[in-house]
């Protein structure tokens, strides 16, 4: 089973055990948008909660803002992350329902992010990044393909909160084979996670980058401790910060351009939070800024033998 058939069926499972879930997207009534839905599109009980919208990025977050309002619970499945964009006006709106108006929106936003099928050029446009900066919008990307469902669980479920969460999944892990999934996070959701322990530097990642990380860290030969941040908005400050003084040797790399990227944010955090111990100067590995046609797609992701220099680099200065 792979990561969206796993999801599959962890979304009948949310519907079937709260009548407020709802499902709306492109074609989700079919079963059709990224496959995410079949496995409700097949069970009679369910298929009414399936609700196909029209191809306007916009009425989706509209119309699920709408229905969270009413005390329903959507999910929404977007084709890719760029449509997020196109419709950013609905999903700032829908995030402002909590802290402008005093009206939680648990509104649960999944799309595809990245290179992966000739599709990944888009990723130069910084998505995450975009997203990361609309305030009362909680932004995830998920990195490892046996967690996919219980994070999945954990924001429709509200573990971090009630509101409008967007939920990134790496196209390099949406057909990656799902060994041994867990029905529930054995862990805070949202938050950083230590992937590695290591003391000669802190590599900080997200994403399709983590398997990258992993492999420029066994090819250093340095004992490098990896964090997941998981979580791009809001960053939780303090845990980053003592993750980073923890070796003081920092590397940061992400999918996606260097321009204005989280990776900015995070070692302007670093210095604001964490100066005093750093003994290295941080560096960010990212993709090309682009713009990338659909055949350099690969290019969207830092290169292995940058990410393993970098991180010898900081160690041994």
């Known amino acids: 089973m792979n990561v969206l058939q796993h999801l599959a069926t962890v979304i009948a499972d949310l519907l079937r055990s709260d009548d407020r879930r709802v499902v709306l997207g492109e074609d989700v009534a079919d079963g059709t948008m990224l496959g995410l839905t079949k496995v409700a599109a097949e069970d009679e009980a369910l298929a009414g909660r399936l609700l196909s919208t029209p191809l306007s990025p916009t009425v989706l977050p509209a119309h699920a ?18 449509a997020l964009v196109d419709s950013l006006a609905a999903v700032r709106e829908a995030a402002k329902l909590g802290w402008r108006h005093g009206t939680q929106a648990p509104v649960v936003f999944i799309a595809p992010l990245g290179p992966g099928f000739g599709l990944g050029g888009g990723s130069t446009e910084g998505t995450a990044s975009v997203l990361a900066r609309v305030p009362g919008l909680r932004v995830v990307v998920l990195a490892d393909a046996n967690e ?6 954990a924001a429709v479920e509200g573990w971090a909160g009630d509101e409008p969460t967007v939920l990134l999944i790496p196209r390099t892990l949406a057909l ?9 996070l054995a862990r805070p959701f949202a938050t950083p996670r230590r992937v590695r322990e290591g003391e000669a530097a802190t590599v900080f990642t997200w994403g399709a ?3 990258l990380v992993r492999a420029a860290v066994e090819r250093s030969g340095h004992d490098a401790r990896i964090v997941d941040v998981e979580c791009l908005a809001p960053l939780d400050r303090s845990a980053l910060a003592e993750e980073a003084k923890a070796t003081g ?25 964490a100066i005093l111990t750093l003994d290295a100067p941080v560096l960010r590995i990212t993709g090309d800024d682009g713009p990338l046609a659909a055949s350099s797609e690969a290019r969207a992701l830092p290169d292995l033998e940058t990410l393993t220099t970098a991180i010898t680099h900081v160690a041994t200065y």
């Open 148 to 153: 996919a469902g219980a994070v999945l669980r």
């Open 209 to 211: 980058c983590l398997p």
């Open 65 to 82: 803002a709408g229905l969270a309002a009413e005390g329903f619970r959507p999910l929404v499945i977007y084709p890719e992350a760029s």
């Open 176 to 184: 990656a084979t799902v060994e041994q999934g867990a029905d529930a």
């Open 249 to 273: 040797k920092i590397v940061i790399a992400h999918e996606g351009p260097r321009h204005c990227g989280v990776g900015s944010e995070l070692a302007a955090l670093f210095a604001d939070d």
